[in-house]
């Protein structure tokens, strides 16, 4: 069973994860609306990826005799300077994503919840990688952002990218 501390954290990190998907769609739909869709596509994978993750901390609460509350969500920036500058975004992003997840797992540990550390330990794993993605990309968009064929060719890869989020409670 779940402390009404823990519950409230991860129902908080539910509506994150909800509102981390949103935010992403917006990015892609910006991103449709200047011709970039490959840029779209993988913004659109990492939504789903997000939603994944909101499901599974979802059914973890329920799972551990919780209650899911969900909050709302606020709207996400639609606009952004230009590519470098919406990749920078989704960096910071992911850093507070991961910032959130450490803050849940540290207080699991101050309160000796170790299923609750188990799940976050997934999640810390996951955001390594999420956020070596992200600037991985950022990297290549500032390399490229002055040469249209360098941003069509980074364009037509980042296109090719499916979606990977495993259903939700599943590991790998």
């Known amino acids: ?5 823990i519950e409230k954290a ?3 990190q539910i509506t994150f994860e909800f509102y981390s998907e949103y935010l992403y769609l917006a990015m892609a739909a910006y ?3 200047i011709d970039l869709g490959g840029f779209a596509n993988w913004l659109v994978a990492q939504a789903e990826e997000e939603h994944s993750h909101a499901l599974r901390l979802f059914k973890y609460v329920q799972d551990r005799e919780g209650r899911v509350i969900l909050g709302a969500l ?4 639609s606009d952004f300077e230009d590519i470098v500058a919406l990749f ?3 960096l910071h992003h ?7 997840i450490t803050e849940i797992y540290e207080l699991a540990v101050k309160e000796k919840d170790y299923p609750t550390q188990i799940e976050m330990e997934w999640f810390i794993k996951e955001q390594v990688e999420e956020e070596k993605s992200a600037s991985d990309i950022l990297k290549q968009v500032k390399w490229v ?3 249209p064929m360098g941003l069509l060719m980074l364009d037509q890869q980042l296109a090719q990218r499916q979606p990977s989020a495993l259903p939700a409670g599943e590991n790998e």
Do not use: G
């Open 1 to 5: 069973m779940l402390s009404k501390t």
């Open 10 to 12: 991860l129902n908080d």
């Open 31 to 33: 991103c449709d609306s």
């Open 74 to 77: 606020e709207q996400p920036q």
């Open 88 to 90: 920078e975004q989704v």
């Open 94 to 100: 992911e850093r507070k994503v991961t910032a959130r």
């Open 145 to 147: 952002k002055d040469n």
